[in-house]
């Protein structure tokens, strides 16, 4: 009974699929004019798909096609290699090649159905890991570093430890990296953290090496560095309040106190101590309260005086 | 004389949150001291000249009155009356709506309320985006709040009880409920808003709200913004990446004109889980354009309102409330989760078999001001949001463009 | 094994793939056995991946020389929980290597499908960690299809979760996947199904074991906790006292089946010994392996999202310092890049009033009911009160597992004897005709072995009960025996003996109610083997 079932949906599923073939590729062109949208998504799937795979048609009507078609390019074997095609195709244009991703890639957010193409797919991506095309080759490092893909996280790891072979800059490997946190990254992100290629690297090696409980000293240090960047400083802060989250009061109450320190690290502490703080241990504490008061109507930035401002709603009411 | 009101009949502060569907309301005279008959009593709108308004009505159907007489009697029985927000004057804050109970001159009593309803997140004002903002941070609490069970709900390994089925709407409904039901117990003026997709949202990809991305898809906050200490997965910080320019252009999505005319029967509907949806997802590089790592980020659940704010609006259009009725939902069985008598994982908590091994976050959160939808939620639950069928199945929550009838 | 890596650093990948290469060679199976534990160094300090690939690779190697009986645990192990595509497909891959399967090895198959076909991907095995970039390659779905294809008659237990799935699911499977499955399905073949609920698989892959071996002092008595509280507590004293039931964890661990589930199980057995009235009178633990990340909010957070309760005698902890004591204490099965979990194992304790090790859960899923079993089962004054020594060895009540693991070298014919489920009983009986024994000519002896064998399981029933505090099972089966012997030795003829049958039948089933084996719990989720039975 079952594989009659089977059988008889397989020719079907045939008989479909030659039916849209044979159907004409110059009526299949998708009118982009107000109301013509309905239409197009309510019967014709097949002219969709057709205009997407019609290499004789013009870029930006088959990107729309793609995009008509929605999430529904996995419905139909042909069209889905179809559309892999483009991707991996290098002489494909960039803006088709992007736009058969993007569909592809909301194709995977109906989970169950996309389940059945999902290997082609991881393997189509790994095939254009590499691709000339930065945009594109970066956006699929990132879906594959999105998968916890270990042979993208070997291919990054490369590149950081060897630039030559980078795929995409340091900054962009080390953020990729932070999305499986046992991706072992923490040797070469302390590396980089110490001598960093660019400022954007090692902030990301810092966000990278927050998830790293044996990297909290780093954190210390460059919090109590004033010759720090502020960004790293507050990066820092956030960080250490993740590891520690209990340090939270006694940091950010330091910042607040101290009036050498930087507006926006000020700014952060207030904003730390209210929303996280312990209202009775905060209420209590006159010294904080009063400098806080002063820190209101002072000299410092907007910021500051926001921050301070919320602070006293909360605890001074 | 003292009179007691009672808001989605229940004393409780908490339960003072109305929207555009009809809120169920009592009065009674609580001491009758002075009095030796009947008491007859006007209910309004103490005037304001912000915030939002109100309107007063003697049945879930009839006529909304700018005030409405009623006689108390003696003895102290209820006299129930319904409380509805005047459509497009939504609240601006917590208690700017204030109810007063007059006999003749005298003020009986009166209670603050709030007409609370997810409002275009590029149009709140400036301290609704920070209540939003910092009861989304305090639930996060730096990693270890409750947030964690959000984002172990919305997983690859999850996905299939979530997406790719009928069941995909209603799921995320409840999700979202669930979710703003949470807030709204640290915030009770919170409401979720909703990032129109089809749309520029320049205040949203803001420092002060969900953060501005730089070219490497690292999202910076302004020091005075909570959500600097965002942390999901034990890792600190956002990353999402914009294809478009959000100041100026929407997401490369359908528009909502296009999304409405996808059909009138649901099933042709579902096809905006794809387009406009998966491409708002994707519109994005970073963690929100994957299934297993969208809910890591906040920008997740301004998305899926507007996605809800579709349906919703969809169903305002054709009249899709109605489980009954067979165009508002898919005919035919779908995966378990997927019909409309089907709990719903993970509120129902059963795991195993085809549902997720385990099931985090327990029970749906529950509302002061509605008993709807329950514990453990059902799919055909979440169809009838503002109790347009059933009142009893509304849900407390409402759209500032979406009407109640 | 310093044939080729004998430097003092760690190996790379590579040279730890061509050691692998080396013992399958060799036929060195023993070694690369052991290769599969966890803590075995060479899988310190490395990425998730990268040990992902190396298991993987051990497992290829397992499959090509023959999967040995003590490492078809590991197969089970990632089949079970396995959440990497890439791992899974190895171990369905290493099992059609086994040289006795049998039908409990089925549902893990399909139990495999079932957890990774949403996240399935291509994998190639031609070279180490290969994932299928051009190449054709395979998926894990259609590796564990194709070992139940290989499995044949033995799957026909699953042949009908195996429709279903075809019924109802279809439309997720690629068409590989699809054919894959037809071809399951006829090899299968949707005969009658083996007889479940017996006989079980080889003792070690059953994820049990009594421990005999903790010494239950030293190091760790001393060893200090935090709790979620954030109050700290010394492990003397919170595991003496009291017997209890520890599981490890941790919060960032991202497999699903792993941790989230261990600590939601935690849950359950916590409202199984409530509602058996054993408040009070049982600890639970769960033991985070990351107590350097792991701070009291993150354990409260993580327990109460997954429904854990806490109060005085149930605490999430973490190890404030001799987090290495801990390690040797449990032999635990796990490994870390610097304080991270890189690889663990699923591990379940039952500790007695001592804070001895009195029996370990480990790999494959435990039953939460087995588990509470095993605690009650160290509760035997019913005060509560920590029991009294009862001679040498601490670990005294598990003897009879022990004992039990002993029995796998007695000849076939008495474990196929013993009586591990009452099916297995009736199977064997209604087999073998001990009841009818007088028919089957040329086998006098026959009767002496047998009517040992069952002297024998009238002891274990007797040791059971005892136990339990319930000697019912044991009374029915020894007037069953009784019967039996008079009926075999012609004294009342088989009216006699089929009396007995059915006696110790009924003593059996006593016996056993609620004490299934976590390898035998729920002939729907692991039909037992009945290979034993068949070598008999």
């Known amino acids: ?317 | 004389m003292q009179i007691e009101l009672r808001i989605n009949d229940s004393a409780d502060p908490k339960a003072r949150y109305v929207s555009w569907a009809p809120s169920p309301c009592s009065v009674r005279l609580s001491d009758p001291t002075g009095a030796s008959q009947p008491v007859q009593v006007t209910l309004r709108q103490k005037p304001a000249a912000t915030g939002g308004q109100v309107r007063f009505r003697d049945g879930p159907s009839a006529s909304a009155k700018t005030s409405l007489s009623l006689t108390l009697p003696l003895a102290g029985a209820p006299v129930p009356f319904f409380l509805t927000g005047v459509f497009g004057r939504a609240s601006v804050m917590d208690g700017d709506v204030t109810v007063e109970v007059r006999a003749g001159t005298q003020v009986l009593g009166s209670v603050p309320l709030m007409v609370r309803v997810r409002k275009d997140a590029a149009k709140l004002t400036a301290p609704e985006r920070d209540r939003f903002v910092a009861a989304l941070a305090k639930f996060n609490d730096r990693g270890a709040g409750g947030f964690a069970a959000f984002r172990a709900m919305h997983t690859d390994l999850t996905s299939p009880e979530a997406h790719g089925a009928p069941g995909f709407l209603p799921w995320h409904r409840a999700y979202l409920l669930d979710l703003e039901r949470e807030l709204q117990a640290i915030d009770s003026s919170v409401a979720l808003p909703y990032w129109r997709f089809d749309r520029p949202a320049p205040a949203l990809f803001t420092p002060a709200f969900l953060g501005r991305s730089d070219s490497n898809g690292t999202v910076h906050f302004a020091s005075t913004n909570p959500l600097q200490f965002w942390v999901t997965d034990g890792v600190p910080g956002i990353n999402r990446r914009p294809f478009f320019v959000t100041g100026t252009a929407s997401a490369n999505v359908i528009t909502e004109a296009q999304t409405l005319a996808l059909g009138n029967q649901y099933a042709q509907f579902l096809r905006m889980e794809g387009n406009p949806h998966g491409f708002a997802h994707t519109s994005f590089g970073g963690s929100i354009s994957s299934i297993d790592t969208a809910a890591k980020d906040p920008l997740f659940f301004l998305l899926h309102a507007n996605v809800d704010r579709l349906w919703a609006k969809w169903q305002r259009r054709f009249g899709r409330f109605d489980p009954a009725l067979a165009a508002s939902f898919a005919n035919g069985p779908s995966r378990i989760g997927h019909n409309l008598p089907d709990t719903m994982w993970p509120w129902n908590g059963i795991t195993g078999g085809q549902r997720p091994a385990t099931a985090p976050g327990g029970d749906l959160a529950a509302s002061s001001c509605v008993t709807a939808p329950g514990a453990k939620p059902k799919v055909r639950d979440m169809l009838d949001f503002q109790g347009a069928v059933a009142p009893h199945s509304q849900l407390g929550f409402d759209y500032d463009d979406v009407r109640f009838a | 094994m310093t044939d080729l890596v004998a430097v003092h650093r760690a190996p790379t990948e590579d040279e730890f793939a061509e050691r692998v290469d080396a013992l399958a060679n060799g036929s060195r199976r023993a070694e690369l056995v052991e290769l599969l534990r966890e803590d075995d160094p060479a899988y310190a300090e490395r990425g998730a991946a990268a040990i992902v690939r190396m298991r993987g690779w051990v497992l290829l190697a397992l499959g090509r020389v023959g999967l040995p009986d003590d490492a078809l645990i590991f197969v089970l192990e990632e089949l079970d929980n396995g959440r990497d595509a890439y791992l899974v497909a190895a171990a369905a891959r290493a099992m059609r290597s086994y040289a006795t399967p049998g039908s409990a090895l089925a549902p893990f198959l399909v139990g495999a499908i079932s957890n990774i076909r949403y996240r399935d991907d291509a994998v190639s095995f031609e070279r180490y960690g290969g994932y299928a970039v051009s190449e054709p390659g395979t998926t894990a779905v259609r590796e564990a299809l194709v070992t139940l294809r290989a499995l044949g008659p033995h799957a026909r237990g699953v042949f009908r979760e195996l429709e279903a799935m075809r019924a109802s699911d279809s439309g997720a499977l690629s068409p590989e996947a699809l054919a894959e499955l037809e071809l399951t399905l006829a090899a299968i073949g949707s005969g009658l199904a083996e007889p479940e609920a017996c006989c079980s698989l080889p003792v070690g892959a059953r994820g049990f074991r009594a421990a005999a071996t903790s010494t239950g002092s030293g190091p760790v008595e001393s060893l200090l906790f935090e709790d979620q509280a954030g109050a700290v507590v010394r492990f003397a004293d919170f595991f003496r006292g009291k017997p209890s039931v520890v599981v490890f964890f941790y919060t960032r661990c991202d497999n699903p089946r792993k941790c989230s589930l261990t600590v939601a199980k935690l849950a359950r057995l916590q409202g199984l010994l409530a509602e058996r009235g054993f408040d009070g009178r049982i600890r639970t633990a769960a033991i985070t392996y990351d107590p350097a990340f792991d701070a009291p909010d993150r354990l409260r957070r993580y327990g109460e999202i997954r429904g854990v309760r806490t109060d005085s005698d149930h605490r999430l902890l973490r190890a404030v310092e001799g987090m290495d004591a801990l390690r040797d204490h449990f032999g635990l099965g796990v490994n870390f890049i610097g304080s991270l979990v890189n690889r663990h194992r699923v591990e379940a304790f039952v500790l007695d009033a001592s804070g001895r090790i009195a029996a370990t859960f480990e790999r494959i899923q435990w039953d939460e009911q087995r588990v509470v079993e095993e605690a009650i089962a160290l509760l035997d004054p019913p005060s509560g009160e920590p029991p009294p020594p009862r001679g040498p060895d601490p670990a005294r009540p598990r003897q009879r597992d022990a004992r039990w693991q002993a029995l796998g070298v007695v000849p076939p014919l008495a474990v196929a004897f013993f009586p591990k489920c009452p099916v297995c009983w009736a199977t064997y009986l209604s087999a073998t005709g001990i009841a009818t024994l007088e028919q089957i000519p040329y086998a006098p002896w026959l009767l002496p072995v047998l009517m040992l064998a069952m002297a024998v399981n009238l002891g274990m029933l007797w040791r059971r009960g005892r136990s339990e505090g319930r000697m019912a099972g044991f009374y029915f089966a020894a007037a069953g025996a009784v019967s039996i012997a008079f009926g075999g030795l012609g004294v009342g003829g088989s009216y006699a003996s089929m009396c007995g049958l059915a006696l110790i039948l009924i003593g059996s089933l006593l016996s056993v109610r609620g004490r299934r084996d976590a390898a035998e719990r729920g002939s729907r989720r692991r039909p037992a083997d009945v290979c034993a039975l068949k070598q008999a």
């Open chain 1, 1 to 317: 009974m079952g594989a009659m079932r089977t059988r008889k949906k397989a020719t079907a599923r045939k008989a479909s699929k030659t039916k849209r073939r044979s159907r004409p590729k110059g009526k299949a062109k998708p009118k982009r004019k107000a109301g013509a949208h309905a239409a197009a998504a309510r019967g014709s799937y097949a002219a969709l798909a057709a205009a997407a795979l019609d290499p004789g048609l013009g870029v930006r009507q088959r990107i729309r096609a793609l995009a008509d078609l929605s999430g529904e390019i996995c419905d139909d074997t042909g069209t889905f290699h179809g559309v892999l095609d483009i991707l991996r195709d290098a002489k494909s244009p960039s803006g088709l090649r992007l736009a058969a991703l993007q569909a592809l890639q909301a194709a995977t957010f109906s989970a169950v159905k996309f389940s059945r193409s999902r290997p082609e797919y991881l393997t189509a991506l790994r095939a254009v890991a590499a691709d000339p095309d930065l945009e594109l080759r970066q956006r699929v490092l990132g879906l594959l570093a999105r998968e916890r893909d270990g042979s993208t996280q070997q291919k990054l790891l490369d590149g950081l430890k060897n630039p030559a072979k980078a795929l995409v800059p340091p900054e962009k490997a080390l953020q990729l990296l932070g999305y499986d946190v046992h991706a072992d990254a923490y040797p070469v992100a302390r590396r980089i953290v110490r001598d960093p290629p660019n400022p954007a690297a090692k902030r990301e090696a810092l966000r990278l090496l927050a998830a790293d409980a044996a990297s909290a000293p780093v954190f210390e240090e460059i919090l109590r560095n004033k010759a720090e960047p502020a960004e790293f400083r507050q990066l820092s802060v956030s960080v250490l309040h993740s590891l520690a989250p209990r340090s939270l009061q006694a940091h950010a109450r330091e910042m607040v106190l101290d009036d050498t320190e930087d507006d926006d690290l000020r700014a952060a502490g207030l904003t730390a101590l209210t929303q996280f703080g312990e209202q009775g241990a905060i209420t209590a504490d006159a010294a904080l309260v009063q400098r806080v008061d002063r820190l209101k109507g002072g000299k410092g930035s907007a910021m500051v005086k926001k921050g301070a401002r919320r602070f006293l709603d909360k605890y001074r009411p």
